[in-house]
């Protein structure tokens, strides 16, 4: 039987994406407008914050976050640092569980926690994305992540367009990159 990836070295290669990324957010730029519609960068990094919070709080079994009020301010240790701590708590977490198929309860329904860690994953992924593009850093996503991330938005891009977290696909030709097909899938334009 082929293995899947390994959900673990996915969530820790997004945030490793992710952190020189925030860290290079200026304090000026808090207040612009990033690709998420609606929301600023502040707005981004806080839902990119709460998502670890969130994470942690659903594979324990005991959440209490809402990772789209997105109004608070920024943590007094920074967003990087925040990020971090956050998502740190998250890998320690998985690397200790002893069964990543044990079957946890999620927003999306019951789920073996690998599967529910491609979501975070997946957030973090995309929003690395929204956030270089809104403070003019690059955008280029790791190839292998955009690939794993693309697989599994696949099976849930029409229930995130449904709950308005994706807006329409976009159309890239057949050829695209994975980075592409993905930001498409999402609703965004590459």
């Not at 990324?21 to 207040?31: D, E, H, R, T, Y």
């Not at 969130?54 to 920024?74: K, S």
């Not at 320690?92 to 079957?103: A, G």
Request: glycine share 10%; charged share 15%.
């Amino acid at each position: 039987m082929a293995q899947g990836p390994n959900v673990i070295e996915l969530y820790e290669g997004a945030v490793q994406q992710m952190l020189p990324i925030l860290g290079a957010v200026k304090a000026a730029q808090f207040s612009v407008a990033s690709p998420c519609a609606e929301w600023t960068v502040q707005n981004l990094i806080i839902h990119n914050i709460k998502v670890a919070d969130y994470a942690h709080g659903i594979i324990q079994g005991n959440n209490t976050t809402n990772p789209m009020e997105v109004g608070d301010p920024l943590p007094e240790q920074g967003a990087r640092d925040a990020f971090a701590a956050g998502t740190g708590r998250v890998l320690d977490l998985l690397k200790s569980t002893k069964d990543l198929n044990q079957v946890i309860e999620t927003a999306f329904g019951p789920l073996p926690i690998a599967n529910f860690v491609m979501f975070p994953t997946l957030d973090i992924v995309i929003h690395k994305w929204d956030l270089a593009k809104g403070t003019g850093q690059s955008t280029v996503l790791d190839a292998g992540l955009a690939e794993a991330c693309f697989g599994a938005l696949q099976m849930g891009a029409e229930a995130g367009r449904i709950a308005g977290v994706f807006g329409p696909e976009v159309t890239v030709p057949i050829s695209a990159s994975f980075q592409d097909k993905l930001l498409a899938l999402s609703g965004r334009t590459p």
